[in-house]
């Protein structure tokens, strides 16, 4: 419970900065965000890329699309590293969709599994995504290998890849990329707006009180946004 002159005041049961784990203010432009990449995903094989600065809230709408996912897509969800190669990634990507991995040191040997793989899906009108978050921290032979999934695979794979603003120009860079620009949708994340930051501010202390008395003016909004 929030502290007692505190809670008294405001009228308050908890603190409203105390966030739950699963909370997730879904705005209108993050809605339709969300929306497009469950059409794109389920209906179109570009490669999608969601880019924004640090704090944009890449991560916790990696987190939201997921836990709307359909039962019936497989998925895999790789935290990117500096220090991945190629083969590493592609071994992982397998491993979570449960294709066959042992004693498969190759890369184009794990490609070929995972073609084989999404050709069944694809004869079963299943979907594959692969969800990819700080994507811009992979090397330009990760990204190349990814880039080429995605202009080979079948109509199963989805590819999404979440990171920061230089990644857009890392993938443009690409051959694959280059002589195939139809392929890549990208979707810049902005700030929360004031207008946002209110709804939000309004939201928490509804939910744990009486929104009319949120103790920010229109000064602090403006403070808090900047």
């Known amino acids: 419970p929030a502290d007692g002159?505190?809670?008294?005041?405001?009228?308050?049961?908890?603190?409203?900065?105390?966030?739950?784990?699963?909370?997730?203010?879904?705005?209108?432009?993050?809605?339709?965000?969300?929306?497009?990449?469950?059409?794109?995903?389920?209906?179109?094989?570009?490669?999608?890329?969601?880019?924004?600065?640090?704090?944009?809230?890449?991560?916790?709408i990696l987190d939201y699309f997921v836990e709307r996912l359909d039962e019936t897509d497989s998925c895999c969800r790789i935290e990117a590293?500096?220090?991945d190669t190629e083969t590493q990634v592609l071994r992982e990507i397998n491993r979570q969709l449960g294709v066959e991995?042992?004693?498969t040191k190759d890369?184009?040997?794990?490609?070929?599994?995972?073609?084989?793989?999404?050709?069944d899906l694809a004869a079963d009108s299943a979907n594959c995504l692969i969800l990819v978050d700080n994507a811009h921290l992979f090397n330009k032979p990760v990204l190349k290998a990814l880039c080429e999934l995605a202009a080979d695979a079948c109509s199963a794979l989805h590819i999404v890849l979440l990171g920061q603003d230089a990644l857009v120009a890392e993938l443009k860079a690409i051959d694959t990329l280059k002589n195939n620009e139809q392929l890549l949708y990208t979707h810049r994340l902005e700030p929360f707006s004031v207008v946002e930051?209110?709804?939000?501010?309004?939201?928490?202390?509804?939910?744990?009180?009486d929104a009319d008395k949120i103790p920010f003016t229109d000064q602090d909004y403006l403070e808090i946004h900047q």
């Open 197 to 209: 930051i209110k709804q939000y501010l309004g939201e928490l202390f509804a939910s744990v009180g």
């Open 101 to 103: 991995n042992e004693d």
């Open 81 to 83: 590293l500096a220090l």
């Open 107 to 119: 890369y184009t040997q794990l490609a070929e599994h995972l073609k084989d793989y999404l050709l």
């Open 5 to 60: 002159g505190y809670a008294s005041y405001y009228g308050l049961s908890e603190d409203p900065f105390a966030r739950q784990e699963g909370d997730f203010f879904v705005t209108a432009k993050i809605e339709k965000l969300l929306g497009l990449l469950d059409y794109i995903t389920h209906f179109s094989q570009k490669l999608v890329v969601v880019h924004g600065p640090p704090g944009s809230g890449k991560t916790s």
